[in-house]
């Protein structure tokens, strides 16, 4: 197999949700190369946010909510929450708003 091929088929492999290990088996690579192809294609599968000041202070108040500890895993699961939380938030306000209709009911103006 070509490795341009190889490359396209490890990425929509891990775009699936497959993991390194299994993609290498299935493909009879090693995992090396399969953790090359995915950096070099832009598939590193990992978010890296820089924990600046604004950052900290943001993520300090989304673990008061729940009352959880200052550690990585809790950091990582705020970050996930208030990813998704916004992402819905921009599909509710792009979901056009739609008016029921109800049969037999003719609808009245009042005014001029």
Partial sequence: ???????????HLA???????DIASELGVSKETVRRDLHNAGHTGHLVLRLDAPLREALTVLRSVHDVPDTVAQNVHAARAAIRATADAVTDARTPVTTPVVRGVTARRDGP
């Fill in 1 to 11: 197999m070509k490795r341009t091929t190889r490359q396209i088929i490890v990425g």
């Fill in 15 to 21: 775009d699936r949700g497959m993991n390194v290990a």
